[in-house]
Structures are given as C-alpha cells and as structure tokens.
C-alpha cells in the first residue's frame, strides 16, 4: 500500500526558522497565485471557446505550415489532391503532440470499471451518465448495457439500451434489484442546470441515496466523482471530499478505493486515510450491499 505524507513544515521559532517560514509563505503564495491564473485560464477557454495558449502556439507554427505547403505543391501531387485554398484547414498545434494520453481521470477510470465488470461478467449492467464513447464502448465489445441519462441519445447502438430520465429517483427500478451498476464522474454535475437538469444543491446526494437502494444485495457499484478540496465550480461540477463520499454511501460496504492524481496517474488499491490532499483527484469507489 503506498503511504502517503500530508504533513506541512514545522519551524523551531529561532530566525532561520522564521525565515524558513517566511519563505513557505511566499512560496505557497506563488503557487497558490499560479494555481489560480491557470485554472482561469482553463476556465475562460470553456466559457469563450477562446484559448489564449491555442492561438500563440498556431501562430508559433504557421511559418512551418507556410513551408509544408509550398513543398506540397512542387512536388506535383495529382489532379484531385492539389492544394485549393477553401479546402485549406490547417491544423498547426498537432506537431509537437504525442500518440496520445494515456493518462487522466477518463482513461483511468474508465479501464477500472469496464476491467472489473469484465472479470465479473454480469448477465446484466446499468450505467448512470457515464461517456458513451469511452467506458460504455469498453463494455458494449462483451455485454449489453442499459444506460439512463437525462440527455437524450440519438445514436442506435446494438446491445445498447438507453433510457431517458432523470436519475435522482429511477421510480421505475425496483430496490435491491440491479447486481452491476456504474456512474463514472456524472453525480457531480447533477442539480447544476449544466444539461438542463432542475437547479437542486441536494441534487447529488439524492441521486446517491437512489443507487445505494436499487443496488441488489451482494452487488457491484462501481462510482467515481472528482475528489479533494470540497467546493463547486457553478456550473461545471463538484469537487468532493473523500469524507463526503463515503458518508453518502455509509450504508454499503467498501470493497476497494483507487483513485487519479492530480499529477494524471493511477494510484490502486489505497487506504482511503492515505488519500493525499489533492486539488481536483478522481475518486473511483467499488461497494457492495450486504444482505440484510
């Protein structure tokens, strides 16, 4: 088990402590300052659909881009394939990225639940608001999957089921009636009009309530949200704490608890008292229901 230190600098009281101290401070400060104008930035970008970072990069490029494409066009390239200006979509930012990200809240959780359903293999799963083309796609390659969300779906997909509703309740699903059942980083959005959902602070801990009783006893919840410093980000999501979780499910046995970073990586099978502080971590849960 990893173990995990939380503890902050202690300082003697003797002038080079207090200068130690002194700079502690100002180093939490730059970087608490810094953590502020980055997650602005992040921020406006969604708000605007304007990336500041994007643009000057672009701008970095575009003399390569200018040079590709006059190397295009000597080397002569058939009739159908020659440059036309409004075909032109240039793409200037791919050139310094990787073969992808394996790595992050998705990509993570999304392998730890599809993993565990699989090993499993239920007759049956149902999924609350999970992505489609990730975690669901995984599961639809070895069962079929009934998926509840109060957005509509317009896509059919075979061995998909999908149902439009808002979750809080699931009035039409019997208690203690569903042994495979998933939400992965969807409670945290709920009552926040994001996905014109009813405004509702209690939203999220109703539609926790709502899982912990249909659950059927002996079976599997698999659940994740964003962990860490408890606020909300109106009106994005959530962030909880580890603490606030595991009192909305204090009724259902823990099985296991992993979670992502926030450096982006897996961190598996941990004690939850050794959760670090974190700024925004993904919590992913495993519970049970034991017979009454």
């Not at 019997?174 to 042994?179: E, K, L, P, T, V």
């Not at 945290?188 to 249909?214: I, K, N, W």
């Not at 296991?256 to 849960?285: I, N, Y």
């Amino acid at each position: 088990m990893r173990v995990y230190s939380t503890s902050c600098p202690t300082y003697a009281g003797d002038p080079v402590g207090i200068a130690d101290a002194a700079g502690y401070r100002q180093d939490f400060e730059w970087k608490e300052g810094f953590r502020v104008l980055k997650s602005f930035r992040r921020k406006q970008a969604y708000f605007t659909g304007f990336s500041p970072g994007v643009l000057l990069e672009s701008l970095r490029f575009l003399p390569i881009y200018l040079r590709d494409l006059r190397l295009y066009r000597e080397m002569n390239p058939p009739p159908s394939l020659r440059f036309h200006l409004r075909e032109a979509f240039p793409i200037l930012t791919d050139r310094r990225s990787g073969a992808g990200t394996a790595q992050g809240h998705y990509f993570h959780q999304d392998l730890w639940a599809a993993r565990k359903i699989y090993q499993r293999r239920p007759t049956e799963h149902y999924d609350v608001g999970s992505r489609i083309d990730g975690f669901i796609a995984h599961l639809l390659v070895f069962m079929p999957v009934t998926v509840v969300d109060i957005r509509p779906m317009e896509s059919e997909v075979p061995g998909l089921k999908f149902v439009q509703d808002d979750a809080r309740d699931l009035a039409n699903i019997a208690g203690d009636s569903i042994a495979s059942l998933s939400s992965l980083h969807a409670a945290e959005h709920f009552g926040l009009g994001r996905y014109s959902d009813p405004v509702d602070p209690a939203a999220c801990f109703q539609f926790m309530r709502t899982l912990h009783r249909v659950l059927a006893p002996g079976g599997r919840l698999y659940f994740s949200v964003p962990i860490g410093r408890e606020r909300v980000e109106f009106n994005a999501h959530r962030i909880f704490a580890l603490e606030t979780v595991l009192r909305a499910f204090e009724g259902l046995h823990l099985l296991s608890f992993c979670f992502v970073g926030d450096d982006g990586r897996l961190h598996e099978d941990v004690d939850p008292k050794g959760f670090p502080t974190s700024e925004m971590a993904c919590g992913l849960f495993e519970f049970t229901k034991t017979a009454a």
